[in-house]
């Protein structure tokens, strides 16, 4: 059975939550200029791609090497975003400046 490319995303962002234990998903992260320049270029070149792939109108198949290359250029991407520094959320802000505080 075909699979669209919105349920193949949907997909990755499901494994990317379960790989992701004790983790928060809306945690913030300080993404410099030389990792914002690569996740643009590999935003660009996955969305290329899976452009390319639907307009092919071929079937999806986990096998299909354009499906793989569009799956390693993701996993890529992931990579540099979840090596960026998370940013600090408010409450450990506050903590940090009242534990220095009291010091």
């Known amino acids: 059975m075909p699979v669209s490319i919105e349920e193949l995303l949907e997909s990755e962002a499901e494994c990317e939550r379960e790989h992701l234990p004790g983790q928060s998903i809306r945690r913030l992260r300080h993404v410099g200029r030389e990792a914002g320049r690569a996740l643009e270029i590999l935003g660009h070149a996955i969305e290329y791609l899976a452009d390319e792939y639907v307009h092919a109108g071929k079937p999806v198949s986990a096998s299909d090497p354009e499906v793989e290359a569009i799956q390693l250029l993701m996993e890529l991407n992931r990579r540099i975003y979840f090596e960026c520094p998370e940013?600090?959320?408010?409450?450990?802000?506050?903590?940090?400046?009242l534990t220095k505080a009291r010091r």
Do not use: G, K
């Open 87 to 97: 940013v600090p959320t408010f409450a450990e802000r506050v903590r940090a400046l």
